[in-house]
């Protein structure tokens, strides 16, 4: 069996949560079909600030093509297809490319992951600026196409799976698989002290990218929590260096982009993580599970996860209620490590724990794989 792997992140290092998300997706696959089983096509996506690559994109738009996708690159893996039985699409922008196989009479089986359900996430962005109304379309229809044409589709959560049904009215056909985020690499629990107590003030670390969920999150808490409680906030990613001109407070302290997080997670005393918007699942949450972190974020960002949230930390969903369990945890020191949410990361959310459910993706029979190809 042959399968090749269509992304847009990058699927060898880890550089944010999709690509986190990519990366795992991609080793779990060689993990069950071998290395040399698994091709990959890693689509450019940046756009140069020139006038021929702005008219290059805006025509890509006109006819559907999303996340790098181009007449040129639908051609070429047209032309590939059939020395493939699979072909997994890393994103759902990619379905007008699950559209042309099947016209074109690929007989292999498309397999697609939903990071989020797209549609309804921009249209989130969109309330903020309605001037990108427009490219919903493209991704409504791109969705659109990546639920009619694929053989299989793996979310990450039933509530991405639910949103799939009720938005594209899915075929009967249709099979899915919900598939929780997970990390490859296991924090050792016994590499670190078990017993230590957190610092008063503690540290509170919110990490995130510059993705408009985030920012709204972390500029809502310092606004209306931050001075109320008796914290060190830190906060990390590109969030980071997009707030640090914006919010000013003698509380912060703006670690920008750091390669590696893992000793500011676990000196960290607490996870902090009020998002209130976006889909799919939050990559930060796994991570502090998996360092067996104490979490401290809204009904969002534990959305797709199996926890018990008094013994993860604390669900808060406004302003008195983030004050409220903070100062309890200003009050005196808290033990740091939580073993329950470590053990749940190793039982349901650690790379082996899903690689489980990656296999029962190949259980159907392999599918001959087509020498048909049509010109778009």
Partial sequence: MKLLFICSNNFK???????????????????????????????????????????????????????????????TILEESSKYNYIFMDSSFYGILCKYLKKNNYKGQIICFFHNVEHKMYLQEVRANPLKFWRSIIIYYNEKNAVKFSDQVIVLSERDLMDLGQIYKKSPQFKTHVIPISFKYSYPAGDIDLHEQSKLPPVFLFVGSEWFANIHGITWFVEEVLDHVDIKLQIAGGASNVLKKKLINSKIEYLGFVPDLSLNIIEADFILAPIFKGGG?????????????????????????????????????NKSEFINIINECSSSKKQKFNMYNRNRFLETYSFASTLEKFKSVFERSETPASNVYTKI
Avoid: W
């Fill in 281 to 317: 699942m939050k990559v930060k949450i796994c991570e502090a599970l998996m360092y067996g972190k104490n979490i401290i974020g809204t009904k969002e960002a534990f959305m797709g996860y199996d926890l018990d949230l008094d013994k993860t930390g604390a669900e808060c969903n």
């Fill in 13 to 75: 290092t880890v550089s944010g949560g999709g690509s986190q998300c990519t990366n795992r997706n991609y080793l779990s696959l060689c993990e069950i079909l071998g290395n040399d089983k698994v091709d990959v096509i890693q689509l450019d996506t940046p756009l140069e600030k020139n006038l021929n690559s702005i008219l290059s994109r805006f025509g890509n738009y006109t006819k559907g093509y999303n996340a790098g996708l181009t007449k040129k690159v639908i051609t």
